[in-house]
């Protein structure tokens, strides 16, 4: 019933821009916070960013601080990440998930979408 599908992947300049998309349902959506992940080549999965349900408070990693921003637009059912100055250690599949809760302690993920930054 969950299912969150990742989109706006791609190909991508070193300093260049992409605006990720995560659209979710099977869930009432604007209860949860989300979270976006990444995991590069060979490396663990690390979390990106988060948001609170209402959108009113966020949190990102100190490595994409001031150049990610996480959105979303609970009428639409949909988390964003706006990357400016993208760098090539950005590069990685990215993930959208939604966290586990004290009443239901599963994360669920999304399938991902790569990003790819090179000149």
Known sequence: ????????????????SL?????????????????????????ERELVASITSSGDSTNYAESVKGRFTISRDNAENTVYLQ?????????????CK???THW???????QGTQVTVSS
Do not use: H, I
Not at 83 to 95: F, I
């Open 1 to 16: 019933q969950v299912q969150l599908v990742e989109s706006g992947g791609g190909l991508v300049q070193p300093g260049g």
């Open 19 to 43: 605006r990720l998309s995560c659209r979710a349902s099977g869930f009432p959506f604007s209860n949860y916070g989300m979270t976006w992940y990444r995991q590069a080549p060979g490396k």
């Open 83 to 95: 990357m400016n100055s993208l760098k090539p250690e950005d590069t990685a599949v990215y993930y």
């Open 98 to 100: 939604r966290p586990r």
């Open 104 to 110: 239901f302690p599963w994360d669920y993920w999304g």
